[in-house]
């Protein structure tokens, strides 16, 4: 069982940045891909990111391209998020999570079926 926790949101104005962190229970977390998600009130939860276990490759919403960068860190078996330039309309509760399944290791797409193992959630309020 993968267990995954968030930290690192807040508020902040437009135009801040926010960095956050997955924390993964077990060592072998290292190799799961691990996508973060979020979801802001009345709405969908969206895929905003994802990183391969095994090749490390990095996939984003368009919404966010140019914006947000996810990176790993597998000694301190860690996943952040770094969100640059932050609008009003980035406000939502921040999950990571990963997939479960023989190609855990790989992105799937960023679905929420896709994935298995979710974290609490962390909220991010961005004031105009």
């Known amino acids: 069982q993968v267990q995954l926790v968030e930290s690192g949101g807040g508020l902040v104005q437009a135009g801040d940045s926010l960095r956050l962190s997955c924390a993964g229970s077990?060592?072998?977390?290292?190799?799961?891909?691990i996508a973060w998600f979020r979801q802001a009130p009345g709405k969908e939860r969206e895929g905003v990111s994802c990183?391969?276990?095994?090749?490390?490759?990095?996939y984003y919403a368009d919404s966010v391209k140019g914006r947000f960068t996810i990176s790993r860190d597998n000694t301190k078996n860690t996943v952040w998020l770094q969100m640059n330039s932050l609008k009003p309309e980035d406000t939502a509760v921040y999950y990571c999570?990963?997939?479960?399944?023989?190609?855990?290791?790989?992105?799937?797409?960023?679905?929420?079926?896709?994935?298995?193992?979710w974290g609490h959630g962390t909220q991010v309020t961005v004031s105009s």
């Open positions: 999570a990963a997939p479960s399944g023989s190609t855990y290791f790989y992105c799937p797409e960023l679905t929420r079926n896709e994935y298995n193992y």
């Open positions: 077990v060592n072998s977390l290292n190799y799961y891909a």
């Open positions: 990183i391969g276990g095994s090749d490390g490759n990095t």
